[in-house]
């Protein structure tokens, strides 16, 4: 195993430990046994993350259900093979969102991902000043790229304050408005 596929799984499996998940190793005699194991570990991981879903979407519930729906469709899709990454649906709401400047549903949609796919959050967390940059500053305000990339060198802060806001949906809100607003007047100079 390659060394940087050691530290993700090392992290995924902090992440998971973090999030109260229990690791059980099982000696078993046989492949059917084996497979047996593995489909209730899955049924257990399936039925845990409905729980969770459903626990959210009810703390969640005063939000835009449009975008909560949304939200959930797109963690339900977690793994599947039209995506080039497990987290590649709620990787394309986030994007959507960010166009949309939907920023406390990006942070909705982080946190239930975070939840319910804690070994994925990481990587999300990672592409969070991406949709930033690219739907927002770029697709939604209409500011020059170049202009946008000069304002991100002169504060290389930036990508570090959204992905440590992106766990509070109002902070995260005020964060990526005021940056566009920065940029936008930056742009104008």
């Given amino acids: 195993m390659a060394e940087s596929e050691r530290r993700r799984v090392s992290q995924q499996r902090k ?3 973090d999030y109260g998940w229990k690791e059980v190793r099982v000696w078993v005699p046989d492949d059917d046994s084996a497979h047996e194991i593995q489909r209730f570990a899955q049924a257990k991981r399936d039925a845990h993350e409905e729980r969770i879903l459903l626990k959210l979407k009810e703390e969640f519930s005063k939000m835009n259900l449009v975008h909560l729906d949304r939200v959930i469709e797109a963690i339900a899709k977690h793994g599947a093979s039209a995506y080039i990454t497990p987290s590649g649906a709620v990787l394309e709401l986030l994007s959507d969102l960010a166009k949309e400047g ?10 239930l991902l975070s939840v319910a796919r804690p070994g994925s959050s990481n ?10 940059f690219n739907r927002y500053f770029s697709g939604a305000l209409f500011i020059d790229g170049s202009a946008a ?9 930036w990508a570090d304050q959204l992905k440590e806001s992106i766990d509070n949906p109002q902070k995260f809100e005020e964060v990526a408005i005021a940056m566009g607003k920065q940029v936008l007047e930056y742009s104008e100079k």
Wanted: hydrophobic letters at 40%; proline letters at 6%; a positive charge.
């Fill in 149 to 157: 990339y000069r304002w991100t060198k002169e504060r290389p802060e």
């Fill in 123 to 132: 990587y999300v967390r990672e592409q969070i000043p991406g949709k930033i």
């Fill in 15 to 17: 992440l998971r430990l």
């Fill in 102 to 111: 939907a920023f406390q549903a990006m942070s909705l949609a982080f946190r």
